[in-house]
């Protein structure tokens, strides 16, 4: 899980040895702070099912998905559960007309059916339990988005209704030195790396 520990000696004395303990993974530090972390790691590149599932910008929509994959996961050999009619108004109203809907349905595995185009139906073994946790991280993900916008929009109406200057200023000063993404050193924004 973590990279192995590699000692190298820096200083030795009669009476003890100085160790510096290095790992192999790369260090990120602070150039104003002085903070570093050997955790830090660029994120990983989004897979095309992640990204046709971040479309979707309704949770019931990603409900609805994750219990038509988690049945076909789980039971793999009923039809009836691998078999999707978009002509079903909930399913209709709940995710082909929903943004994203039926292009991660898409990804997902489902595929129109040669004998009618309204059913989309998805292959034996296609679905397995590793879709079901990708839509529930999507629904996770969607879920803190959403959070994220709310407390953004509260934001921007305090900052419409403050009318005292000074709260203005000081405000502009601590959004500035608000960190974008570094160790919560508060540096970040000010110098735009």
């Known amino acids: 899980m973590y990279p192995p520990l590699v000692q190298h000696p820096v200083q030795k004395t009669a009476a003890h040895q100085l160790l510096v303990i290095t790992t192999t993974k790369s260090t990120t530090i602070c150039p104003l ?3 570093f972390s050997t955790t830090a790691r660029i994120p990983d590149a989004l897979t095309d099912q992640q990204l046709a599932l971040r479309k979707i910008k309704n949770p019931e929509t990603l409900d609805i998905i994750g219990k038509l994959v988690k049945n076909v996961a789980t039971q793999p050999n009923e039809d009836k559960y691998r078999t999707i009619r978009t ?6 109203a709940a ?5 994203g809907g ?20 998805v292959p034996k073994g296609v679905l397995t339990m590793k879709e079901v946790r990708l839509v529930e991280d999507t629904k996770d993900w969607l879920k803190k988005e959403l959070r994220a916008m709310s407390r953004s929009s509260s934001k921007s109406s305090l900052k419409e209704n ?3 200057p ?7 000063q601590l959004e500035v030195l608000q960190c974008d993404g570094c160790f919560g050193c508060g540096y970040g924004k000010a110098l735009r790396w």
Do not use: C
């Open 33 to 35: 702070t002085g903070y």
């Open 162 to 164: 403050d009318t005292d």
């Open 102 to 121: 039926l292009s991660a349905l898409l990804s997902l595995g489902f595929a129109p059916t040669a004998e009618d185009a309204n059913v989309l139906e």
């Open 95 to 99: 995710i082909i007309e929903q943004e």
């Open 87 to 92: 002509s079903n108004p909930k399913i209709n």
């Open 166 to 172: 000074a709260k203005a200023a000081l405000r502009a």
